[in-house]
């Protein structure tokens, strides 16, 4: 067996294609050149439609959380309130950063597993007239479960004017995003997801009206204060240094995407999550998030005491150097998550799919080897 050929099947980070790999050992070159300039300016444009939005995008040398972060420490001052939708580990990040900050952060909780509906959040803004600002994940990678965010917009714009913010890093570039249509205010995401690229950069985009709230609070951040990203876009570039490598991958990446299209990229990625939904059930695999909320990237499994998880896990990644997550929190070592976003298609899913079947016997699960395959490739056969 080839011990290098290690197969991510996690939500991140994702395997990355080869020639990006090649792309990102360019020779370095002058970060504040007029040549770099010109690659970060048109890759930067290049963003702007996987966000779906007309306002700039900033390009961050940071993870996903640093542009959590900077959704908070520029739009909001301590003692102002905000709403935090959370249904998950992710969600609960949010709120911790903004009671860093001395932000009220009152939670509208669900059940992990479960999605925030237009009706909870309505109910709960009713009770909460004073809030700046609603944060909210697209994606709860910890979960599988995708929230509906244009619905819960709606309910936003409906109800008060408070500012909508959206964590998209565990999805975008994957699911449609219409950041202006739809009404959200801030939109941020990160590099190592369905953007196929090592971890260190982070995306944000701020809509007119987080621009007018943004500019007339007191700048509580420095590297992540917005303003100087703005200031520096101007003139082409960053702040401070940017990943120069990244970028380079970054401009490779874009070209393989604008290749397939932003709608096939998303109807392949709701496809593999088909497939992968359908093989769990033909394996008598609990499935965390209900259909109308699943996420298109990845797939939280509860094996609810068949099988443990873990072993499977480890045996997956013994025998075949295969990788797929575990649990979080209070569902560590009871649930497992595959992940099948970014550079990976349906075959992907198949081989996956596979080799769980395998460890499953391996380990001594109850499994009918082929269940998961042949209900995985009916979903396959049935697109095609």
Not at 150 to 175: M, N, T, W, Y
Not at 322 to 347: D, N, T, V, W
């Amino acid at each position: 067996m080839f011990t290098d050929k290690q197969i991510l099947r996690i939500p991140g980070p994702t395997p990355i294609p080869p020639r990006v790999q090649q792309a990102m050992n360019q020779p370095m070159m002058g970060h504040r050149s007029g040549k770099f300039s010109a690659l970060f300016a048109r890759t930067a444009e290049r963003l702007k439609p996987y966000f779906g939005t007309q306002q700039d995008v900033y390009i961050i040398a940071g993870s996903g959380t640093s542009a959590l972060e900077m959704g908070v420490v520029n739009t909001l001052q301590p003692g102002d309130e905000a709403a935090i939708l959370v249904s998950g580990n992710f969600g609960e990040r949010f709120a911790k950063i903004c009671e860093r900050y001395g932000v009220v952060a009152h939670r509208l909780e669900v059940p992990w597993g479960e999605a925030v509906t237009p009706e909870k959040l309505d109910a709960f803004l009713k009770e909460k007239p004073q809030v700046k600002a609603v944060f909210a994940t697209y994606c709860e990678t910890s979960t599988g479960v995708q929230n509906p965010i244009a619905e819960l917009a709606q309910v936003i714009r409906k109800q008060s004017d408070a500012l909508f913010i959206v964590d998209a890093v565990s999805c975008l570039g994957a699911v449609p995003c219409e950041m202006d249509a739809w009404g959200v205010d801030i939109v941020v995401t990160g590099s190592q997801k369905a953007f196929m690229l090592p971890t260190g950069l982070a995306f944000l985009a701020a809509s007119e009206r987080a621009w007018s709230v943004i500019d007339n609070n007191k700048s509580l951040a420095f590297y992540l204060d917005l303003k100087a990203y703005r200031k520096s876009m101007k003139d082409q570039t960053t702040p401070y240094t940017p990943a120069v490598s990244l970028i380079f991958g970054l401009a490779e990446v874009l070209d393989i995407l604008e290749e397939e299209g932003l709608d096939a990229i998303v109807k392949r990625h709701e496809l593999m999550r088909d497939m992968t939904r359908a093989a769990m059930r033909a394996l008598n695999i609990k499935l965390m998030a209900e259909d109308a909320y699943a996420a298109t990237t990845v797939t939280s499994c509860d094996p609810q005491g068949a099988f443990d998880a873990e072993a499977m896990r480890k045996a997956l990644t013994k025998h075949y150097n295969i990788s797929i997550a575990g649990g979080q929190q209070h569902l560590k070592g009871k649930i497992f998550r595959i992940g099948h976003m970014g550079y990976c298609e349906p075959l992907d899913v198949l081989q996956v799919i596979a080799a769980i079947e395998m460890s499953l016997h391996k380990i001594g699960a109850p499994v009918e080897l082929g269940a998961g395959v042949k209900a995985a490739q009916e979903v396959l056969i049935a697109h095609a």
